[in-house]
């Protein structure tokens, strides 16, 4: 956002006490995951009390705890002559809700002053604190000062006139509404509050509990956390005295006046120390045991006489009964006020704690012990809520240049691969710095380390997820025994081109035992992001509030992207916070986006280009175009096929069962593990080389000895410790694969509307082989080749920065034609007699193809379609049907087929010949998604499509 402050700061005027906070704009993100580390020098909060003294002419000269010992000291030396302290001065902002120019505040005896005034000098003397403390030019900075929810606009005129006689600018000024703030704040950080509203729209209670008094502020607000101020009951309500000023005050009244004010005389600082010690204590006070002090000498004799202390050596004993009698009044308010606003609001809600009170262990035990049914949620980090609720209330977006990105604090995306599998992730403000992880491996004394771990899974006898990755594989091959253990590869390719997809389907391990896939999906998925959170945790990153991507390819169908988002649901992913992203979209954006050079690259990439995804399974292709707003434009559809990594090692395996002989290296791969994996990540390595060369491994030593025990009639000279596989034989491994690739690639560009494109940007992790980018060039002449130094992240890395910004894909085409069957009148020119049904006395034709889309449209992501409809019964199903014709006219016509069907509840209190159905089809994004409106009520319902049959 062009013109913004550099620097955010925040003023918090509270009853008891006053906070300020700044923090640098571009490291908001690290506020919202409490990255402490990365903050250092770049934010800082503070709390002092609410106590301002004044000098002889008025001028603010002190604040805080600052100005309380500078009038102790004034007075012990009898200089206090013309200055005024103010203490607890600003209570008028709570007990007032109507804000005027000529209120008044009072000191300590009672003199008056104009409170407009001293709020202007107040904000002036914090404003020149937090300038020095920023070190920044006051036109660096924009402030935010927070009023308490009670007060009308009024207040907010009251505010910015004070702030700006302070100095402040109103174009760098904004007065803020704490109980909004400090909702907006919890909804981004705590877990607890996103949980309970993650699959619902609720009504919060926000209770910001401030010293004498506490306000009350009803929000509905949604999943999405938009919200919408209701009218509260009990806004404003006596909470009696602070805590801190009830320990104050009941100190006070123990000790003996003579001792008291020959104290105050002579070292007023020991009976000051003494109120800290007191109302640090009473913070963590539990309701059971009672609070020790050590006071100085004078101060214990003082107490001798007091009936509600016990005095133990020179110690003074204030009994656990005598302090909780404190917090009855203001604990009995809070639960009125909860109970009558729950009465009020009977729809669900939440209850969201806040303020000062919370400071005290006491306050939170008895209200959640009373509250345990409920939704009543305790921040666990409360104190600078407000304060960190003004400064992200400042929150601004990165600069795109594609309007609208989310507002996602940090996105994280799993690549779910055939043979690897790995994840990434970025922060809102620097959503191109995507951060990776490093895995490590050995086999055999050879080490590995890898920005992606193998995509194994093993499972204890109990059939539990025992380790997932590397450390799956050296688990299972380093076991004395694997009876029972199960370890699954390469399982990805069970949902590639498979119609009969279902949450029944099964994949099997690799001695050939069949398991049902889904919670091995599942199983992966939790375990990656349980690894991801836990490396951020250990980074002082919070998880709170991440939006996830995962990719699967671009050719997949409907009923494979299901499997897959039901797998990441099941494996404890929210289905709202999820997006299955398309591979080769998003790899170009990760190519365009990750250098300051990015100009050059799209120059380098053209107007038009071609991605091909090269993984361990599939070949996956998408033909694109980059717009003027540097946005995507994809104008075919995606289309590839079986043509990955994994042939070539099937092709090798074929080769050393040849070589040794079948027998020999079945018996080999069986019992010795170990050797074979070793043996098979040394050929994944070696198989990305330039292969104009033989290449030679290391016989293993099992191998060998088999091997020349089985042939022991040869000579010594040709029992070779070594596995010499010659250039012509490897290539000839990649030829099938690469040869159907490049066949394909041929007919795209005889396509009218591709011939044009002259560039293949070539990613995936099979991509990094030099053989196959030799073919490319060889085969497809005047064809410009492009490979990203990072092929093999390609993928993941441009499905983090797409999960920022999903609109920098503006358009897809549509592989199938879809619609509904739907009645027409019958007309006997138009419709076959076969079709012919009588419907409530009418002729009509039944099962006609409503088509909404065409097969090969080019759609913008944005694209929907709405269809009305009346319902017959209690329930209503509607069956979507698809197509690869552009004019179907029956769902019964040859290739036409049933998608899926739509159900949903109609309503049971009004007729159903009044009721009307609005349901928009959204065709324009990575997944079918559909909505149902009732026309009556406006409610709006997202609907799932089951692809299973």
């Not at 050995?442 to 380790?467: M, R």
């Not at 395996?653 to 069986?670: A, P, Y």
Request: glycine share 6%; hydrophobic share 40%; proline share 3%.
């Amino acid at each position: 956002m062009a013109g913004e402050s550099p620097f955010v700061a925040a003023l918090e005027i509270g009853t008891c006490e006053i906070g300020y906070a700044w923090v640098q704009r571009s490291f908001m993100w690290a506020l919202a995951v409490h990255d402490m580390d990365i903050l250092k020098n770049k934010y800082s909060a503070y709390k002092e009390p609410a106590s301002v003294l004044l000098d002889p002419i008025g001028n603010c000269h002190s604040f805080g705890q600052a100005a309380e010992e500078n009038y102790v000291k004034l007075k012990t030396k009898k200089q206090n002559n013309g200055w005024t302290l103010l203490k607890s001065w600003t209570k008028f902002l709570r007990s007032r809700t109507e804000l005027a120019q000529d209120m008044t505040v009072s000191d300590e005896n009672g003199g008056e002053y104009p409170a407009i005034t001293h709020i202007s000098l107040l904000i002036k003397y914090i404003k020149e604190k937090l300038q020095k403390l920023i070190n920044a030019p006051e036109k660096d900075i924009h402030y935010v000062i927070t009023i308490p929810g009670v007060h009308t606009d009024t207040a907010k005129i009251v505010f910015t006139e004070a702030a700006t006689q302070a100095g402040m600018e109103t174009e760098r000024l904004t007065i803020a509404m704490e109980q909004e703030i400090v909702f907006q704040w919890y909804w981004t950080v705590d877990e607890q509050l996103k949980k309970v509203m993650e699959n619902q729209e609720n009504t919060v209670i926000i209770i910001d509990t401030e010293g004498e008094h506490a306000d009350i502020r009803v929000i509905e607000a949604s999943k999405t956390g938009q919200l919408k101020t209701r009218n509260a009951k009990c806004s404003n309500f006596f909470t009696k005295n602070c805590i801190g000023q009830q320990c104050e005050e009941f100190l006070k009244l123990q000790i003996n006046e003579n001792v008291f004010e020959q104290i105050l005389e002579t070292n007023q600082s020991d009976y000051n120390a003494l109120i800290q010690n007191f109302q640090t204590k009473i913070k963590v006070f539990n309701g059971t045991t009672g609070i020790q002090l050590r006071p100085s000498i004078d101060l214990l004799e003082g107490f001798r006489n007091s009936p509600s202390i016990r005095i133990v050596a020179d110690k003074i004993i204030i009994d656990a009964s005598i302090i909780a009698s404190w917090f009855q009044e203001p604990l009995e308010s809070i639960s009125d006020c909860i109970e009558e606003n729950m009465q009020h609001f009977k729809e669900s809600h939440i209850i969201l704690l806040t303020g000062a009170l919370l400071k005290y262990q006491y306050v939170k035990t008895i209200l959640c012990r009373k509250y345990q049914n409920s939704k009543l949620i305790i921040p666990s980090m409360s104190g600078f809520d407000v304060l960190n609720g003004a400064l992200m209330s400042e929150k601004s977006t990165p600069n795109n240049d594609v309007s609208e990105p989310t507002n996602n604090l940090i996105v994280a995306a799993f690549d779910f691969g055939t043979t690897y599998s790995g994840y990434a992730y970025s922060f809102w403000h620097e959503p191109c710095k995507v951060h990776t992880h490093n895995w490590y491996t050995s086999f055999l004394n050879e080490s590995l380390i890898s920005l992606k771990t193998s995509t194994c899974v093993l499972l204890a006898p109990d059939g539990k997820l025992d380790s997932f990755g590397f450390e799956a594989e050296r688990n299972f091959l380093t076991k004395t025994s694997t009876e029972g253990w199960r370890l699954f590869t390469r399982f990805k390719m069970a949902l590639h081109d498979k119609k009969t997809l279902t949450r029944e389907t099964k994949i099997t391990d690799i001695r050939g035992d069949e398991y049902l896939a889904m919670p091995i999906f599942s199983m992966s998925i939790r375990y990656l992001n349980e690894h991801l959170l836990e490396q951020m945790e250990l980074k002082g990153i919070s998880g709170l509030g991440v939006q996830y991507v995962i990719t699967v390819p671009a050719i997949w169908d409907n009923n494979a992207k299901q499997f897959m988002r039901e797998a990441a649901i099941e494996a404890g992913i929210n289905g709202n916070r999820l997006k299955l992203v398309l591979e080769p979209e998003v790899a170009p954006i990760w190519y365009m986006s990750a250098s300051q050079e990015s100009s050059a690259r799209i120059e380098q990439l053209g107007s038009k280009y071609m991605v091909v995804d090269l993984g361990g399974g599939t070949a996956d292709i998408s033909v694109q175009e980059i717009l003027p707003n540097k946005t995507i434009r994809v104008f075919y559809k995606a289309t590839g096929g079986p043509w990955g990594g994994t042939i070539v090692d099937a092709n090798f395996i074929d080769f050393l069962e040849n070589t040794f002989g079948k027998e020999i290296f079945s018996k080999f791969r069986q019992t010795h593990l170990l050797e074979f994996f070793g043996l098979m990540q040394n050929f994944e390595v070696k198989k990305r080389l330039e292969m104009n060369a033989p290449i030679i491994f290391q016989r293993p030593q099992a191998l060998l000895d088999a091997s020349r025990s089985k042939f022991s009639f040869l000579k010594k000279k040709e029992q070779t410790d070594k596995i010499i596989i010659p250039a012509s034989d490897l290539q000839s491994w990649f030829d099938v694969p690469t040869t159907k690739l490049i066949s394909h690639i041929k007919g795209l560009l005889e396509q009218p509307n591709i011939c044009n494109v002259k560039t293949i940007l070539l990613v995936g992790g099979f991509a990094e082989c030099k053989y196959i980018q030799k073919r490319i060039k060889t085969d497809i002449p005047g064809m410009r080749l492009v490979v990203p130094e990072e092929a093999g992240l390609a993928v993941l890395k441009g499905a983090v920065i797409f999960g920022h910004n999903p609109k920098l894909v503006a358009s897809r085409v549509v592989a199938y034609t879809y619609g509904i069957s739907v009645y027409q009148n019958f007309n006997s020119r138009v419709h076959a007699k076969k079709k012919k049904v009588l419907v409530n006395g009418e002729w009509k034709a039944g099962g006609v193809f409503r088509v909404f889309v065409k097969a090969n449209d080019e759609i913008p992501v944005d694209h929907k379609v709405t269809h009305k409809t009346c319902p017959l019964y209690s329930t209503s199903g509607i069956p979507i049907y698809r197509s690869l014709t552009n004019e179907p006219k029956y769902t019964t016509d040859k290739g036409c087929e049933l998608l899926g069907v739509l159900t949903f509840k109609n309503r049971d209190d009004i007729p159903l010949e009044d009721q009307e159905h609005e349901i928009t089809f959204m065709f324009g994004e990575t997944e079918l998604r559909v909505k149902v409106k009732d026309a009556t009520t406006g409610s709006e319902e997202q609907l799932l499509l089951n692809y299973f049959h």
